[in-house]
C-alpha cells in the first residue's frame, strides 16, 4: 500500500540553525501539507501545496518557513533560523484532490531545538 | 474561541465494549466535512472517517462509526467491540472554507482523546 514516508525521523538541531525536512508524498498525489504538533497538544496546519504554489498557509507559517518541491518526488519544509519553540513533531501529508479528507499522513519527523 | 472542543483529556474502555469519543465544533459555514484521526504511541495520524455536513446519514467504517448531530454540532466517534489495538489518541478535526469563495479548507484540529484499552 503506497504511504507517505518522511525523512530524518529524529532531527536536534541548535537555535539559530537551518533545517530542512523531507517528504515523499503518495506519487498519484496532487495536494501536499504540513502540520506541526508540539509535544501534548493538537495538530496544527501550517501550509498546503499544489501546482508548485502554496495554496494556503497558517498564521504560523511565518517568513522563516519555506516549502519546496525540488523535484517529482520530494516536497520539503525548510526553518532558516529555528527557535525553541519550534520543537515539535512535523507530519507531511498529501492528497489526490484538494480539500480531500482523506489526507494521508507521514510518520512525522520529531525537531529538537536545542 | 475553539472550533474543535473533545472534552474529554482521557477515556478508559474494557476490551470488546463500545466507546464514544465526543467532539463538538463550531463554525458558521453551511458547508463543511468533519473527521477524524487516530495517533498511536508510534506518532503516526491514521485517518479513521469523514462526515460531510450535507450527508443524511451517520457515517461508518468499520467499527467506527460517527455520531453526527448537526443542530447540535457535534459528532461523536464511536468505536465498537474495543480492541486493545484502539488505545491510542484520538483527534477530531474539521475543514471548513477559508475564503468566501469557499475554494479552500484549512483544517484544525481538536486537543484530542486519549483512549486506553484494558484487557
Known amino acids: 500500500e503506497p504511504e507517505v514516508t518522511q525523512t530524518p525521523s529524529h532531527q536536534v538541531t541548535q537555535m539559530g540553525q537551518e533545517v530542512i525536512l523531507r517528504c515523499v508524498p503518495i506519487?498519484?498525489?496532487?495536494?501536499f501539507y504540513w502540520y506541526r504538533q508540539i509535544l501534548g497538544q493538537k495538530v496544527e496546519f501550517l501550509v498546503s501545496?499544489?501546482?508548485?504554489?502554496?495554496?494556503?498557509k497558517s498564521e504560523i507559517f511565518d517568513d522563516q518557513f519555506s516549502v519546496e518541491r525540488p523535484d517529482g518526488s520530494n516536497f520539503t519544509l525548510k526553518i532558516r533560523s529555528t527557535k525553541l519553540e519550534d520543537s515539535a513533531m512535523y507530519f507531511c501529508?498529501?492528497?489526490?484532490?484538494?480539500?480531500?479528507?482523506?489526507?494521508?499522513f507521514g510518520p512525522g519527523t520529531r525537531l529538537t531545538v536545542t | 474561541a475553539q472550533k474543535i472542543t473533545q472534552t474529554q483529556p482521557g477515556m478508559f474502555v474494557q476490551e470488546k465494549e463500545a466507546v464514544t469519543l465526543d467532539c463538538t465544533y463550531d463554525?458558521?459555514?453551511?458547508?463543511?466535512?468533519l473527521f477524524w484521526y487516530k495517533q498511536p504511541s508510534s506518532g503516526e495520524m491514521i485517518f479513521l472517517i469523514y462526515?460531510?455536513?450535507?450527508?443524511?446519514q451517520n457515517a461508518t467504517e468499520g467499527r467506527y462509526s460517527l455520531n453526527f448531530q448537526k443542530a447540535r454540532k457535534s459528532t461523536n466517534l464511536v468505536i465498537s467491540a474495543s480492541q486493545l489495538g484502539d488505545s491510542a489518541m484520538y483527534f477530531c478535526?474539521?475543514?471548513?472554507?477559508?475564503?468566501?469563495?469557499?475554494?479552500?479548507?484549512?483544517?484544525?484540529f481538536g486537543r484530542g482523546t486519549s483512549l486506553i484499552v484494558h484487557p
Open positions: 501529508a498529501s492528497s489526490e484532490r484538494q480539500g480531500s479528507y482523506e489526507q494521508y
Open positions: 506519487s498519484n498525489h496532487l495536494y
Open positions: 501545496f499544489y501546482n508548485n504554489e502554496i495554496s494556503e
Open positions: 463554525t458558521s459555514d453551511q458547508s463543511y466535512g
Open positions: 462526515q460531510g455536513s450535507y450527508d443524511e
Open positions: 478535526a474539521m475543514r471548513e472554507p477559508s475564503d468566501p469563495s469557499g475554494g479552500s479548507y484549512i483544517p484544525t
